[in-house]
Nanobody, 121 residues
Framework: QVHLAESGGGLVQAGGSLRLSCAAS????????MGWYRQAPGEERELVAT???????KYSDSTKGRFTITADVVKNTVYLQTNSLKPEDTGVHYC???????????????WGQGTQVTVSS
């Protein structure tokens, strides 16, 4: 079984910064990509940023230039540095691990429980 542990959310004023972390643990042989998704109340879950095992990154148009995603492949951990935060960044931020290969040699995706980010104006 694979577990994702997220940390780093909180309450911050507009213009502030937060650093989110997500560590994957369990019987993991490899992970294809990890990323962050945001869900605001009453809205669909949407992409914030993703990074592949090879270091390729993808950002949403709203976070490009303000957020930076990095990964420690050895620790199966992904980080999201969020700068110049805006009230519209508010929501539960979920970590996702994609294409996780475990002892069964099958690929599966996993989600974390989510961490709340609230940006006040």
């Amino acid at each position: 079984q694979v577990h994702l542990a997220e940390s780093g959310g909180g309450l911050v004023q507009a213009g502030g910064s937060l650093r989110l972390s997500c560590a994957a643990s369990g019987a993991i042989f490899s992970i294809k990509a990890m990323g962050w998704y945001r869900q605001a109340p009453g809205e669909e879950r949407e992409l914030v940023a993703t990074i592949t095992g090879a270091g390729s990154t993808k950002y949403s148009d709203s976070t490009k230039g303000r957020f930076t995603i990095t990964a420690d492949v050895v620790k199966n951990t992904v980080y999201l540095q969020t700068n110049s935060l805006k009230p519209e960044d508010t929501g539960v931020h979920y970590c996702k691990a994609e294409g996780v290969v475990g002892v069964d040699w099958e690929e599966s995706d996993y989600w974390g429980q989510g961490t709340q980010v609230t940006v006040s104006s």
